[in-house]
């Protein structure tokens, strides 16, 4: 694999989605010798890497992490919200989403889908080509990862789908519920683990997908599933690499200078572009999330001041607010009037002093604007962060809540935030050996920790936290879209039309027409 990952074209390869069917009884019937189709590609190691690569790409499409994973994971949750001028992404915040043809619900679907599918095709082929050994296990693992992380956002998205393990499409596809998707893209992100180097040896593939990515996604699906002894195991094997420490510094997680690092398991490759004419190397978050200014964001997803609250609970030993507010945050500092966000202070930009916006992700002190072309910021997926607070919290539901403390206090004590260990905090005491005060005390530092890194909505679901009036009471207060969530409802997204006409067996979820 020689071309760095990063620096991946944005590939076309059509004959990744061709069947060609080529009748030797009719003369007319004969294929284009000059292009390139299933019968005279997947001959040789090169065409199994220019496959491999390509299936990176779906990470890149508009429907998983560019654009629409970031409204489905981030807006819908309690930590924010959508006052978009558009009325469609106002529709997919507030619960209140009656047209099932508009982009987020047909592109993420649709997205998704390619990505298992092409990656299905690597896993098709790549054992018939005559090639290195180790090589082939390598594409294996990435193209199985890949397949993985498409079926986990489908389950987290949708909750129910098809599960194709061949680009061999089948003439009725079986469907399958949440559990089971989750069940599959964990089986694939431990296949996957197995398969794949602790790291990269040649620079050039910094950034490809590793063991402790594969491990690092098998937690977070085995803990949707509450598969607790699971997520404890998987964490363990992950320290037990030996590779991975929190970076001292909070915000080198969210910028351009320090991609793929220590602290880093999966992240997507992102590149300002375009680069020699090609478009989506770049993502939009930043154009979408961030602050209202001209030429800078939209603000089509707006930040809950709920995060802020949050964050200002509790300050750090030396008594400060935590710092971690002012890199997940832009707000109006009343004490720092002079801060300069993209070339301009607050007052000099017009803006709301009592609103925030989000600010992870954006290049808000190198550049003077956001477009859809020019943020290459990598999106760290998987920290080490997250990864031990999932340990905390495994070790919490398994009742050895004494043992998650250490893991939490690793979080909080990041020499850029330097919180006091959990059981010296003066503002969340009595927690002790109780389980459920734990348990709300994970809520509470996975928010202050990951807010805006899309992971709270699926934190939300694995907490039963849609379940129940009492837990959607508690979200209204947060978030007062949630005065529109049904139960049995909304904790899904409607599945796309077309596709409920087109695939047999495939129901419209539960609540949707």
Known sequence: MKIKIKNLAYLFITFMVVQVFVSCEDILDQKNPNEMDTTNFWKTESDLSAGLNASYRALRFNGAYRRWLHFLYISRSDEGYCASPDPALQTYSNFLISDYTRDAVIFTWLDLYKGIFWANQVLDNAPKIEMDDTQRSYAIGQATFLRGIGLFNIAGVYGRGGITLSAEAEETPAIHEQPDIYRQAQADFYEASKLLPVQWENAADVGRITKGAALGMDVKASAQLHEWDRVKTRCEEIFGLGIYNLRNEYRDNFTEAYENNEESLFEVQFMSGPINGVEQLSHERGKFFGLPATGCSWDDATAGNIVKTDLEKEPTKAGQTDPRLKQTLFYYDASAPSEVFYGKTWVQWGLNQSKVH????????????????????????????????????????LDRTADAYEWINKVRERPSVDLPKLENSTVFVGIGNDKEKMRRQLMHERVCELSSEGWRWLDLERWGMFDTEENISYLKSRDSEFENFVIGKNNRFPIPLRDIYLVPGLEQNPGYR
């Open 358 to 397: 989000w600010k992870k992700y954006t290049n808000w002190d190198t550049k003077t604007a956001e477009s859809h072309e020019d943020n290459g910021i990598n999106l760290r997926i998987v920290r080490l962060a997250d990864i031990y607070l999932m340990y905390a919290e495994a070790l919490n539901e």
